[in-house]
C-alpha cells in the first residue's frame, strides 16, 4: 500500500478536528464548577445533578422520545408499503405521481414541509401536540424508509416467495414468514433512521407544536437564545456518550456477524 502523503495527513487531521475538537470542548466544560461556560473554575458534576432535576428538560426528552418512536414505527410500516407497491407493482397508471409523492418530502425545504403542515392543521381545526407532530415526522421520514426498504427489495430472489404459495401459503403468509424475515435487515435500517431523523428536527416540529407539546432540540434551542448554560453542556455530552456506544455496539456486532459467517462459510467448504 502507498504510503499517506503529509499533505493527506494534516489534511484529515485538521478536518478531524474541526468536527471533533468543538465536542472535546464542550465535554471538557460540561465539568466546570463555574456557570460561565467559557471560564474554568474548577472540576464539578454539578450540573449533572442540575439536569436529572430539571423537570423542563426531562418533560421535552420525554416527548421527544415518544414521538420518535411512533414516527419511525408508523414510518416504517408506510414506507415498506410504499416500497413493496414501487418494486413489485410493476407499471400503473399515476406510478411517476405516486413516486413523485414519495421522494418529495426528501428534496422539499423543510420550512415549506412544516409551514404547510401548519396550515393543512389549522385549516381542519386539530389542535397542535404530540400527535401533529408525530404525523409530519411520519410524512418526511417515510421517504427514507421507502428507499432503504426498496433497495433490499429490488435484489430480492422472487422463487421463495412462488416456492411459498406453491407450498401452501397465503400471500401474506408468504410475506410474513419468507420476505419479511429477509428484507428485516433494511426494514430495521429504516426505522433507525427515520428513528434519527425525529430526533434530531427541529424546523417542522417548531411548526406542528402546540403549547402542550415541546421536544428537546426545540428546548435546546429556546434555551441557547437566553445564553448556553452548563446544563446544555450536560445535556449534549449524555447525548454524545449515547451516540457513540449505539455505534461502538453496533460496529461489535456487525463484526461479530461477519466473524461467524466466515466461519460457516469456511465450515461448509469443508464439508464440500
Not at 426505522?191 to 403549547?211: E, H, K, M, R
Not at 437564545?225 to 460496529?251: D, F, H, K, W, Y
Amino acid at each position: 500500500m502507498r504510503r499517506m502523503s503529509w499533505f493527506n495527513i494534516t489534511s484529515l487531521t485538521l478536518g478531524f478536528a474541526f468536527l471533533y475538537l468543538p465536542m472535546l470542548i464542550l465535554i471538557i466544560f460540561s465539568f466546570n464548577e463555574s456557570k460561565l461556560v467559557t471560564v474554568w473554575a474548577g472540576f464539578s458534576t454539578k450540573w449533572y445533578g442540575e439536569l436529572l432535576s430539571n423537570g423542563a428538560f426531562l418533560d421535552a426528552a420525554w416527548v421527544t422520545l415518544k414521538v420518535a418512536f411512533l414516527s419511525s414505527t408508523m414510518a416504517t410500516v408506510l414506507g415498506t408499503m410504499a416500497a413493496i407497491v414501487m418494486v413489485r407493482s410493476g407499471r400503473f397508471a399515476g406510478r411517476t405521481l405516486f413516486s413523485g409523492m414519495i421522494y418529495a418530502p426528501m428534496v422539499m425545504p423543510e420550512v415549506i414541509t412544516g409551514l404547510s403542515l401548519l396550515l393543512l392543521f389549522i385549516s381542519l381545526n386539530v389542535d397542535r401536540g404530540v400527535m401533529t407532530i408525530v404525523l409530519a415526522h411520519t410524512t418526511f421520514s417515510m421517504c427514507y424508509v421507502s428507499v432503504v426498504v426498496s433497495s433490499r427489495l429490488v435484489s430480492f430472489d422472487q422463487s421463495l416467495e412462488e416456492a411459498a404459495l406453491d407450498l401452501g401459503c397465503s400471500p401474506f403468509q408468504a410475506f410474513r414468514l419468507v420476505t419479511l424475515p429477509i428484507i428485516a435487515p433494511a426494514v430495521i435500517s429504516g426505522w433507525l433512521l427515520a428513528f434519527t431523523l425525529s430526533l434530531d428536527d427541529l424546523v417542522i416540529a417548531s411548526f406542528t407544536a402546540g403549547p402542550s407539546a415541546t421536544t428537546l432540540p426545540m428546548k435546546i434551542w429556546s434555551s441557547v437564545r437566553l445564553g448556553v448554560s452548563p446544563e446544555i453542556n450536560a445535556l449534549s455530552t449524555l447525548m454524545i456518550l449515547i451516540v457513540t456506544v449505539g455505534v461502538v455496539g453496533a460496529s461489535l456486532i456487525n463484526k461479530r456477524n461477519v466473524v461467524r459467517q466466515r466461519r460457516e462459510e469456511a465450515a461448509a467448504a469443508k464439508l464440500a
